[in-house]
């Protein structure tokens, strides 16, 4: 009977092997969703199909559409996801809050680029969408602990605030020079800009880094036993392209933003001064041909594309899609300014008006400096400046 019974033992010993166990008896796999460096990215600006990644409706659609197999997740942003302190970029901060608060973010840092708009501002934002915050300055938590999948985690913007007993998450935008030194952390999530394609592990310590503008999402799957140690890791990038679908209500969001930007333009509304942009209208009493050619070209329905994706008042567009958006006399708004809509003339040979009182005066001559203001890589990856510029010529 003993030996049947070690028999028995030995059997469901090879055929069910024992794991490290959680508290439910369990190996304990939790995934970290997380994101950093946004930088004022809420969606990609759709100029080419092969830059179209990102958004935060579509990562919103994919954690929607995946819950089930992602779970148990943390989300978590590392921070330097707001752009500049202008008009418009507080604008993008708030619609970014807002939109990680109906995501349910459990956290997010804020870094340098959070620094740079006034405390008020942010204190007022994170009172209104309830957003968890650490910071490694004197006006926000350093860390916040907090137990999840009955796992006590530590997470920190401070490099030195690291707890025994705990899964301890560092976020920062410090160099990854500089990540790579410090010790006493399980996870360190960087935000800094630079890219790690797969995580550097050293001395017990995973670093990854947030993808830039949001265009992939990262997800780090943990394997924890009973202790709380990390065992094993995994790790993947998931792009967000078109073939995501994109969550309605942050699409709303997204959709308020994009009113709230035109409503910029609105506010500020003047008439219209004298200007030294002449528009195509007046370049076509003499160069009539070359006009002709123009309007074959994809410049003459550049402010037409802004109107189908519902960005003809957004000035980050618009300065790539009209003449002289930004500047004294330039494009204002197509209310005011509608002869200035388009790439034209002016926006590649320079201001006519000097031409205007001396035709002997030369426009500017058009070098590939002039057309990378606009088609950067991120905006127009196939860019040639031989081959592009054998499709505008006149």
Request: charged share 25%; hydrophobic share 35%; net charge neutral.
């Amino acid at each position: 009977m003993r030996k049947y019974i070690l028999l028995n033992i030995l059997l469901w010993t090879i055929l069910f092997p024992v794991t490290a166990r959680g508290n439910n008896g369990q190996e304990r796999t939790i995934n970290i969703l997380y994101t950093g460096n946004l930088n004022g990215e809420l969606e990609p600006c759709g100029c080419s199909p092969k830059t179209d990644f990102g958004g935060v409706a579509r990562l919103s659609g994919y954690i929607a559409e995946n819950r089930k197999a992602l779970s148990p997740y943390l989300l978590i942003d590392a921070g330097n996801f707001a752009g500049d302190d202008t008009p418009q970029g507080r604008l993008k901060a708030e619609t970014l809050l807002q939109a990680f608060s109906a995501m349910k973010y459990d956290l997010t840092a804020f870094q340098k680029n959070e620094m740079k708009f006034a405390d008020d501002f942010l204190s007022s934002l994170i009172e209104r969408y309830k957003i968890p915050v650490v910071s490694n300055t004197h006006h926000y938590k350093l860390s916040i602990s907090k137990t999840k999948y009955t796992l006590n985690m530590h997470i920190s913007a401070d490099p030195g605030d690291h707890e025994i007993n705990q899964l301890n998450i560092l976020l920062t935008d410090l160099p990854l020079s500089v990540s790579k030194e410090m010790q006493g952390w399980d996870v360190i999530i960087n935000s800094s800009g630079e890219i790690l394609e797969e995580p550097f592990s050293l001395n017990n310590t995973i670093i990854v880094t947030g993808y830039p503008k949001g265009k992939k999402l990262g997800i780090l799957t943990l394997h924890i036993d009973n202790n709380g140690r990390i065992t094993g890791f995994k790790h993947r990038w998931q792009p967000l392209g078109t073939d995501i679908k994109e969550d309605k209500k942050v699409r709303q969001i997204l959709n308020d933003y994009d009113s709230r930007v035109a409503g910029l333009l609105k506010e500020t509304e003047r008439p219209l001064k004298e200007t030294s942009y002449l528009g195509v209208a007046k370049c076509a009493e003499c160069h009539q041909p070359f006009i002709d050619i123009w309007k074959k070209t994809g410049h003459a329905k550049a402010f037409l594309s802004l109107e189908k994706a519902g960005k003809s008042s957004d000035p980050e567009c618009l300065k790539c899609h009209t003449v002289g958006f930004g500047e004294e006399g330039g494009f204002y708004s197509i209310a005011t300014t509608p002869g200035l809509a388009n790439v034209q003339c002016e926006v590649c040979h320079g201001t006519g008006r000097d031409h205007l009182m001396n035709f002997y005066k030369p426009l500017e001559h058009v070098t590939e400096a002039v057309c990378l203001r606009c088609h950067t890589k991120d905006k127009s990856p196939d860019f040639s400046y031989k081959d592009y510029l054998e499709k505008v010529i006149h």
